[in-house]
């Protein structure tokens, strides 16, 4: 595996390529789930790139930023054994050589579940993922359903700019119990650990549910917040065709049952997709 820590070392890796490249886009501290996605990656692409940057910029909590988990050397090696072509690792100084105040906002997409919990996080994510393409230049784009709202807004974004690049969701990878796999996932205590599988618990209940989800979705709350150490963000239903909230449903049509919380300081995500 080749590894580039500039733009212009990355340029010069791909200037000749006639190569179809396939880019996976993380911020490191690599888990089952993105070796996942550069498998798929390497399944159906020629070259693949996978870039690792922290991006300062989509995170709205300083705290969250600090203690994001930063395992360099491991990430290297699972690369290398999961047949990674090109590895990108920048600096933010790297990445934001000037200071961006550009503003990308995803309307609609802001005022609900991640855009609404997490303001600026959209446009940050945004900001950078479109950097990273203009620097690779991927025919396809490999992105984890965890992220289910990341992946909404990223489809927006490349639509809606003609990026010439075609945005591909890997479904999420689970830990034996249910938990989706997450780089937050270490930072969970023992205890929490052990709650934090409820979460998936609680959307196969609402999937299986959906003609009453109203009311299924409330005694998920109440039995969810029974747990003193668990705080629910949201729980929510998305038209996957449309990108909204929605609270009834359509026979034959697919929907994203979503849910963040807190557990112990730490922010998890999960969906799961279905057909009503
Ligand atoms: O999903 C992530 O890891 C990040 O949001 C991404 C897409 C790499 C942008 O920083």
Redesign the pocket.
Request: proline content about 8%; overall charge negative.
């Given at each position: 595996m080749q590894i580039a820590k500039t733009v212009q070392d990355l340029r010069l890796l791909l200037d000749n390529c006639t190569k179809n490249i396939g880019f996976v886009?993380?911020?490191g501290a690599l888990h089952a789930g993105h070796l996942r996605l550069i498998d798929v990656a390497k399944s159906k692409t020629e070259l693949v790139v996978c870039s690792i940057?922290v991006?300062p910029l989509?995170f709205n909590n300083a705290d969250d930023l600090a203690k994001y988990p930063i395992t360099l050397e491991q990430d290297i090696a699972l690369l290398t054994s999961h047949g990674c072509d090109i590895l990108f690792i920048p600096t933010t100084e790297e990445m934001y050589k000037k200071k961006t105040t550009l503003e990308i906002n995803f309307s609609y997409q802001n005022s609900v579940m991640e855009g609404l919990h997490r303001p600026g996080h959209f446009n940050g994510?945004a900001v950078?993922?479109s950097k990273l393409f203009h620097y690779v230049q991927p025919k396809i784009a490999f992105?984890?359903q965890k992220?289910l709202q990341?992946c909404l807004i990223i489809s927006q974004l490349v639509d809606s700019l003609s990026f010439p690049v075609a945005i591909e969701i890997v479904p999420t990878v689970r830990e034996k119990d249910g938990l989706a796999m997450s780089s937050r996932n270490v930072r969970l205590s023992a205890e929490a650990r052990k709650i934090a599988p409820i979460l998936y618990q609680n959307l196969e209940i609402l999937a299986a549910n959906l003609q009453q989800f109203i009311t299924t979705k409330n005694e998920c709350l109440k039995q969810l917040t029974i747990n003193s150490s668990l705080e629910v963000s949201y729980i929510q239903a998305i038209d996957m065709h449309t990108g909204l909230v929605v609270e009834n449903f359509e026979k034959g049509k697919k929907y994203g049952l979503c849910i963040a919380a807190t557990i112990d300081n730490v922010r998890l995500i999960d969906n799961v997709i279905t057909v009503y």
């Open positions: 886009p993380t911020m940057f991006n989509q994510v950078v993922v992105f984890g992220d990341q």
